[in-house]
């Protein structure tokens, strides 16, 4: 059973940094697929964070490109996002996703195969 497990979340002062990880399991390799992350502020809806290809290019919404930087390591099949300068407007719960397909249709669209379970992030001002 393909699984996709979030960790890293907490509760930070704002000014501090995090990384989450996102480890997948169950046969999913995620050199073959495209990885995002999406949060989800309480009251709001979804929105796309940060994207890596299956080749390695990474994108990112524009406001946050400056703080967040998605990587992943092959060789533990996880995905991660470090979020530097944390203020309270990115609390939010932060989701891992993989799709088979484009990169576009998953930043677009949040067209996804699997989900995480999500791993909250709350900043205190």
């Known amino acids: 059973q393909v699984r996709l497990m979030e960790s890293g979340g907490g509760s930070v002062q704002a000014g501090g940094s995090l990384r989450l990880s996102c480890v997948a399991s169950g046969g999913l390799d995620i050199d073959f697929y495209a990885l995002g992350w999406f949060r989800q502020a309480p009251g709001k809806e979804r929105e796309g964070v940060a994207f890596i290809g299956s080749g390695g290019t990474t994108s990112y919404a524009d406001s946050l490109k400056d703080r967040f930087n998605i990587f992943k390591d092959s060789s533990k099949n996880t995905l991660y996002l470090d979020i530097n300068d944390l203020k309270p407007e990115d609390t939010a719960v932060y989701y891992c996703?993989?799709?088979?397909?484009?990169?576009?249709?998953?930043?677009?669209?949040?067209?996804?195969?699997?989900w995480g379970q999500g791993t909250p992030v709350t900043v205190a001002s």
């Open positions: 996703a993989a799709a088979r397909g484009s990169i576009v249709l998953l930043q677009s669209r949040g067209r996804a195969d699997y």
